[in-house]
């Protein structure tokens, strides 16, 4: 036998093994899928299921939800109008209050500003008179003096002209002497 | 009692006048020509004052020149009072006056007389460096600042 051929069979048995262990593993890949594909049925039903039995109790939890948030509802509606109600009298109340407190401070105000505003009148009457009166009386002086001055000018003058014109020589000359005899007296002192 | 000649100056006036006369007597001394002492004692002064002068030289020993030097010095140094009257005064109350003065005061003082009607009578003196207001004006106001304001009240004006 020769080499060749040798080599020919033992290249066949090799691929006899190799093709029959291929075959073993086709097989076995596909006893692999078909139980994959068993267990992905079973999964998809049991998912289901389980998908179905949450709907229903969610169902369940909602309508008892729906129920409870009815009651919720309705008690939370009584309380917040009972709450209403009491704050609404107490508002009332308070309101009463405030008003009843704004119409005396008001009234207190009202008296305060009417009485502040009649002292204030009451001091620039008194004021505007007393700085009437200084007027008055500073007018008053001033017309004393113009009066004093005018007087005092007409006089002069009337007793320039009387003595000027009436006066006896006798009388000038020993008004002048009673002068020399005056200023004598003042030197001496 | 002979009059010297003192006694006719009694004013400002009086004295410039005297001094013009004194300072023609005492210039013509110095004239050459004869006769110009006379003639200027005749001519450039008053008869009255001439006479005076003649005599008082006559009295001083004849010596004109030492008394016109004198004389004019003397009526230049004399003293002047200045009294302000309210009008024209009359030559008696100058004479008048000027003899109080002397009385009063002594010689050697001669009247300066200025007139302001506005202070009414009396007489406003300044002399020596001292002054007093004897008018009737002032004595007018200062009885009015007595006695005008109680004078007033009687018209309600007080």
Known sequence: ?????????????????????????????????????????????????????????ALAILENTKIDAKESQEDIDKKLEQITNKQMDYYKELLQSISENIKDDAKKVLEQQATGAQNTVI???????????????????????????????????????????AMPEELKQALVMEALEEAKKTYAA | MQPKL??????????????????ALEESLYKTNEGKWEETLNSKVRPEVAEIIVREIVNAGNDKKKYLREMIDAVKQMKTMKITLAFA???????????????????????????????????????DGKYYDGSLKQKWENTWQEKGKEFLKQFNYG
């Open chain 2, 89 to 127: 005064p009359t030559t008696n109350l100058v004479n008048n006056i000027t003899k109080w003065i002397k009385l009063a005061l002594g010689a050697g003082i001669i009247l300066k007389i200025d007139i302001d009607k506005n202070i009414l009578g009396g007489a406003r003196i300044a002399f």
């Open chain 1, 1 to 57: 036998m020769s080499i060749e051929l040798i080599g020919i069979i033992i290249l066949s048995v090799v691929l006899g093994v190799v093709l029959a262990a291929y075959e073993r593993l086709i097989r076995k890949l596909d006893k692999y899928q078909r139980e994959q594909e068993i267990i992905d049925a079973q999964s998809k039903q049991r998912a289901a299921k389980i998908v179905e039995a949450a709907k229903e109790k």
């Open chain 1, 123 to 165: 001091q620039k009457i008194e004021d505007d008179y007393s700085e009437a009166k200084k007027q008055v009386e500073a007018y008053k002086q001033e017309q004393m003096k113009q009066i004093d001055a005018r007087s005092g000018e007409i006089i002069k003058e009337f007793t320039r002209l009387a003595l000027g014109k």
């Open chain 2, 6 to 23: 003192e006694d006719i100056i009694a004013t400002v006036e009086d004295q410039h006048q005297l001094l013009e006369e004194l300072a």
